[in-house]
């Protein structure tokens, strides 16, 4: 049937008017921010690890949407998935049926979670984190839950009750009687245990928000303390899993870690279909889905449809098919190692931490007298600002995107696709101790460049 619908027309003619279009009709603060740094390309293809600007130019991407293309942009696997998916004129959210597809794709995910038995589909990785917080609070009859200082769970109102971001949570209050701990601190996690009123504890494997790990041995007995005192342990795995840090969860890095609910989304959406899963104990889901008056009680109107479920089956055969997980061990173990034999060489770089891909690089307090008078500039403007000193000569002079990894954090946070290898290891290493060289040179354009920043810091005091 012909229409008069024409997408690549409607882009061939609108697409240079993508920043005046979102300035105008959406956040008209994203514009104006990526003006400010020089992120302002135009985009206009991509595949794998790269990018190409409207020039022809090749980006090389270390931040992954996020973490969503874990896979790269349009493998060929998840992309012919959809177009099959489409194809089958499948009858799709009825309602009223039980598919195929999402039982397979549970199936699928449980083979890597043999300790968990049921999943609930959703759409992203915040509703999958208000899905754990519901099914905890239901099978315990408890009403709070405990989280981690500095932790991102999401940003609708039951995650962001457990966001351990003030810049985030400020404006939206009240919101639901959590309570926040330090991440590793047992003592206080107990503390608050004892109160009786705790129905979960709810932690990322790895913080995302300056890539901290938390201390050896700290999930087990966190999870020995939750059990004791009838609490469930939550695993925020919406960005550390499917084998971001070298395993397909971070959480099994250690030993006895096994918890109650598991949450992930972005990459088991192969770049494409929006997609989130908690998955959990069957005892769990059996409390909330308790009978037949019950069975809608939580629901998600576009949750398990066939295109989201495509794409998560291909997926995870692509992680299986491709030795993805054990890549990005590798391939972060080479980058890691790399970037820490540069820790004695410059004075304002003061830690490389995390594992596979997925390294924070931390930047601190230089010890010479002339590098620190300009530190000290910075950091009375606005902490954070020498990273974005040096991610913004990283793709505007060596093209490759990063980003630092939350706000007044001097850490930049790589998270690229599992599949890149030592060539892009060999080009963002070159690129950064480009940088880095000139960061300590003490002048030349990147501390112009922080002379800007300098400037709109105060302006929007």
Known sequence: MNGKFDLAKLLSERASERYDLHARHLNHQLPRMLHTIGFDKRYERAEGAHFWDD?????????????????GRHHPVVRKALHDVLDADLADLTRFDCPPLPGLLAERLLTHSPHLDRVFFGNSGTEAVETALKFAR?????????YCAHAFHGLTTGSLSVNGENCFRDGFAPLLPDTAVELGD??????????GDVAAFIVEPIQGKG???????FLRAAQELLHRHKALL?????????GRTGDFYAYQYEDGVEPDLVCVAKALSGGYVPVGATIGRDWIFK?????????????SS?????QAMAAGLAVLAVLEDEGVVANARRTGELLKSRLAALVDRYEMLQDVRGRGLMIGIEFGRPASLGLRSRWTMLQTARKGLFAQMVVVPLLQRHRILTQVSGDRLEVIKLIPPLIIGEAEVDRFMTAFTSVMDEAHSGGGLIWDFGRTLVKQAVANR
């Open 55 to 71: 020039e022809g130019n090749d980006y090389l991407d270390m931040l992954a949407g996020f973490g969503v293309m874990g896979l």
């Open 138 to 146: 239901c099978a315990t009859g408890r009403s709070r839950v405990v």
């Open 186 to 195: 047992l003592d206080a996690l107990e503390r608050e245990l004892k109160r």
């Open 211 to 217: 890539v901290h790990t938390p201390p050896p041995g």
């Open 234 to 242: 939550i695993a925020d795995e919406v960005q550390t899993g499917l």
């Open 287 to 299: 409390k909330v889905f308790s009978s037949i008056d019950r069975v809608l009680v939580h629901s």
């Open 302 to 306: 576009f949750g398990s449809n066939a």
